[in-house]
């Protein structure tokens, strides 16, 4: 007699098999990507001795973290990769080669209130590279070449990756004497496409007392990337103030850097943008920062953020560990991806590619046949239920499977297969190894789509 | 400063990356596998209502499980993925087709004492077939198919999996009128190989107050599956005891239809065995139950264990739901394989099969090498850093990878790439195709190995 009513947490992602099929689609394009570039893969505890992670501490991550005890121990679940991994690099940094690349794909836990959309268990895909005391700018150009060939391997087309530096930012604060107000300015001017030039104008003189002349300037700072028609022509633009901030020369320095290699590493120019407005809000990034957003659909704000770090385990060793890296929100870009309709939906989702259906007591043969699709590489499921042929049918129908295979008496007496194809009903009487042909002829075409689209 | 020593839970796995690379393997080659065989992937929260996971309630898992309460709700973490089915399939039930075929590879938490060995985080790799109502017992011979398929597939040969059925048990004990004390001599038998028929028949005697003659007889039946060459040995053997009770002789049906199958399936005589002693502790299991030793490791026992069970949801719905399955021990298996040397050192463990050293300021060139090289499906990495030649082939070695490949100006005039194959010395200049074409090659040599040696 049932005693609990089954639920699910809300805020927690659990899918039908259908999409299920899809997104373990994306998990594996994304472990062959990052595989592909040269990431070696990581996977650490999901839970952590609380002092460990929250070793950095305050803040809203503190709120939202779960933490608790057990055995006297006080503990928590991470709430990002990048902790994970600070710990990781810090404790066996004597064993690790620098540079250190290094891809996690995992669950990551925050309490936050639920709501459409938000999850409190989410999976991130994570790329990161670490140096031992210093690190070429020329991986800040990796990174979004890396997640440019991870889209392009998902089938999104339209999306751009935008890049800035906050070393250009500083820099240029500093020129106006408003260091100490940059922090401001910058999670300012970062809402700039959100609420628009006029409500940051106010809000930089109002709220931080900054001069309107100077303001002005900020915002004319601001349109420089958006009303150049290219990278290189930003790049341009910039060049007008080199030789007055040393910081801003780096920055300067760093971002032609990303911008001239994004080309030898095949990033095309419409997925890519110099933009000068991002900051991203953590403090936690010190030169590049990264920004990826959908063409057609801005709204969603950014699905893959990032950037360089000066120090990525300041707070477990003495060395210094200078790093970049990206995120990219899987869980959410899922979510989304499926309420947008992007998913491409002729893309199999079924268990198996063919459903084997034993039309007699002896259930031997039908069991061979799949045992040989098995060693050829097709996905084959056996139904081994009696019922009327109706409900065999009925039952390959709501699965969705590709193909349904029959084995009666006449097909095991002339030592052939009856194989239907489920979309298109043509139905063929063929040898078991013409009938793999077939049906793998078929999968190849049908599996030869992108997995989104847009 | 730092200012928290890093430090990683004792209990939970952290892996370096040529570990974590061969553990990847074995994930793969899992997924693969269980999809192969029609088994569609699923993947549910880590945490649930603590409710739910305890709904069954009780024992030993209560006082192991991690449980906690954040912002007014009673949470825990998985400790298997049996439950979590269950409540999966209660909640979808209306959504499923059943037949329903999921396998599940994902971590679970057990607050166990920290021991060698042991682990609070592990990894289950299960796979389960639920009915709606009834299941027909082939599906208890696919399930060991597809595990001797799965090990086969990860390079084991040396293992057995090991088959018995509860109801032959209980219909043998039911014979000698001993139905109320079944479940204590189950119980016992199961330890017969640890502490061997002596001190079995004590504990039968002494501590279960079972008449000498019966224990005998017990001890006796078990010798059947011990002294048969093979299992339609057993089965014949076991025929002689037909006819004396209903429950015994649908066992003694299921065990022959699983026998008689397992060979249409492919499993070959040396894998399989049936074994009378097996009872699986749990009262949970109803029928058919597994386990899988490896053979030149007894003392490890159970490697992959499951079975046959009445009703999976019981405490969730009142559909009435059978199923069987069974689960790999991942987390504790890899570390076995890995103590015992049986992880093959032969297969490449580095982040990239080809580490591209470029040996001039303009680093376009190897760039563009390292972004073919990917674009034709080999791994490759960029070393960007500054540093003398010496340095640089260091860090080539330190990483383990198969080829370095330099990019200097004598290559680039020459429309050429220097490849040094890092095992035997072996340099070449070659064109970038053609260098592609002998790494691919030497690639495809050595991935050719099995994962597990043994």
């Known amino acids: 007699m049932p005693t609990v009513k089954p639920r699910t947490l809300s805020g927690f992602m659990e899918l039908l098999p259908p999409a299920q099929r899809q997104f373990e689609r994306v998990l594996e394009t994304l472990r062959q990507t990052y595989a592909l570039c040269g990431f070696a893969p990581l996977d650490t505890p999901l839970m952590e001795a609380a002092e460990v992670l929250l070793a ?83 991986n800040d150009a990796e990174i979004p070449a890396v997640i440019y060939r991870t889209f392009s391997a998902l089938g999104l087309r339209k999306f751009h990756i935008r890049v800035n530096n906050r070393k250009i930012l500083s820099g240029f604060y500093a020129m106006l004497g408003l260091t100490d107000k940059s922090a401001d300015i910058m999670r300012t001017v970062d809402k700039l496409e959100k609420i628009g030039a006029d409500k940051v104008r106010a809000i930089l003189t109002d709220d931080f007392s900054i001069a309107a002349a100077d303001a002005d300037k900020i915002l004319g700072f601001m349109s420089l990337s958006a009303d150049a028609p290219n990278p290189a022509a930003v790049l341009d633009a910039l060049e007008a103030y080199r030789g007055r901030n040393p910081l801003f020369d780096t920055g300067l320095d760093e971002l032609a850097t990303v911008v001239r290699y994004l080309g030898a590493f095949g990033v095309p120019a419409e997925n890519f943008a110099v933009d000068l407005t991002i900051a991203r809000g953590l403090d936690y990034y010190t030169g590049t920062v990264y920004e990826t957003t959908l063409d057609e659909y801005p709204e969603i704000g950014s699905v893959c953020s990032g950037g360089r770090y000066d120090n990525l385990a300041e707070y477990y060793a003495d060395r210094n560990l200078p790093g970049v890296g990206i995120s990219i929100g899987l869980t959410r870009l899922f979510y989304i991806l499926q309420e947008k309709g992007l998913l491409n939906p002729e893309l199999p989702t079924a268990p198996a590619d063919a459903l084997i259906l034993p039309m007699t007591d002896d259930l031997a043969p039908a069991i061979s046949l799949a045992t040989m699709f098995r060693e050829n590489g097709v996905r084959a499921q056996l139904y081994f239920e009696g019922g009327k042929f109706k409900k065999k049918v009925g039952y390959a129908d709501k699965l969705g499977v590709p193909y349904a295979v029959f084995m009666g008496e006449d097909e095991i007496r002339g030592g052939v297969v009856t194989c239907k194809d489920m979309a298109t009903g043509e139905q063929t009487t063929l040898s078991a190894a013409d009938t793999l042909t077939r049906i793998r002829d078929g999968l190849a075409r049908r599996e030869s789509g992108r997995i989104i689209l847009g």
């Open 56 to 138: 950095k501490g305050g803040g809203e991550t503190e709120k939202q973290i779960y933490r608790f005890q057990k055995g006297g121990a006080d503990l928590a679940l991470r709430f990002d990769l990048t902790v994970p991994l600070a710990k990781y690099v810090a404790l066996h940094s004597a064993e690790l080669s620098f540079p250190f690349r290094r891809y996690q794909i995992g669950k990551v836990y925050r309490g936050e209130r639920a709501q459409r959309g938000r999850f409190r268990e989410f999976y991130q895909a994570d790329i990161d590279i670490i140096g031992d005391g210093k690190l070429s700018a020329a």
